[in-house]
């Protein structure tokens, strides 16, 4: 369905004949999946892959298996017009927007399961969750043949569950991911931060806060685990009415490592906690990425 912005493809072998038509004309194919809702974040994924990629597709596709009982794929933001121009802004040169009954159609019955990396973090506390993420992106790279998808460093373990299905399924994608997009106080830009009243807003700014102390006691040499975690959960307890986890785990296995136990070099401090109506999930790779909050305040 040709929009006067870009053309958008509701079937998947519609967007899979025009990916595979952008390589026969010599162009390197960027991917960016997504839910839609996009926001900054998500239109600095489809510029980076414009950076590295002459054709990028972005899909829109609010993905049912993902979601948990109670979780909120009903009320899941969907602001199409709005990114379909984002996406002709930023450089992309189609949409792929199917419909539930396209991606799943009667009768399918395949899943695919990431062992070891969704044990911990968000793995136990949403059950499923990452099975619909792996099963969706691997047909979403069905679709999209040869190229290179970007994701957003923010949702770091499914970035790190993606590279690993994609390497032992031999798509041949290369997976990157993006440093994560802040506000100007520093909270990381989410499609879930439209839930959040002006109060909760105003509070959540504490998640980067609490990231960037740890981050500064890290370069201070602090290495033991429980004096990584125990400052950065008190600060998000201020404004969260419960967390799921604040966590310093391998960056790599994402193992969590044990409160008694001390850092390497690089470690992973996740945090998920609901603030208000809104569940939200931040990260900082600490002796990698830089403060979320330059200035901090206390
Ligand atoms: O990060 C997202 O928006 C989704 O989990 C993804 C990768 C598009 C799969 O539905």
Partial sequence: MPTGLLPVYESPKAFQDACEKARRDGHSVGFVPTMGALHAGHLALVAEARRRC?????????NPTQFGPGE????YPRTFERDLEGCARAGAACVFAPDAASMYPPGESTRVRVEGLTDSLCGPVRPGHFEG????????????????????RKDF????????????????????????VREPDGLAMSS?????????????????????HAVRAFQAGERSVARLVEPTRARIARISSSIDYVTVADPVSLVPLADHGTAGDRALLAIAARVGAARLIDNVVLGEDPAPCPQEEA
């Fill in 133 to 152: 993420v792996a099963t969706i992106v691997a047909k979403l790279f069905a679709l999209a043949g040869p190229c290179v998808a970007l994701f957003g």
């Fill in 192 to 212: 879930r931060n439209a839930y959040l009243s002006p109060e909760d807003r105003r509070g959540a700014a504490q998640i980067p806060l609490a990231l960037s």
């Fill in 54 to 62: 002459s054709f990028v597709a972005v899909s829109i596709f609010v």
């Fill in 157 to 180: 373990q499914q970035l790190r569950v993606i590279e690993r299905m994609a390497r032992d399924l031999f798509f041949p994608v290369q997976v990157v991911g993006f440093p994560t």
């Fill in 72 to 75: 909120d794929l009903a009320r």
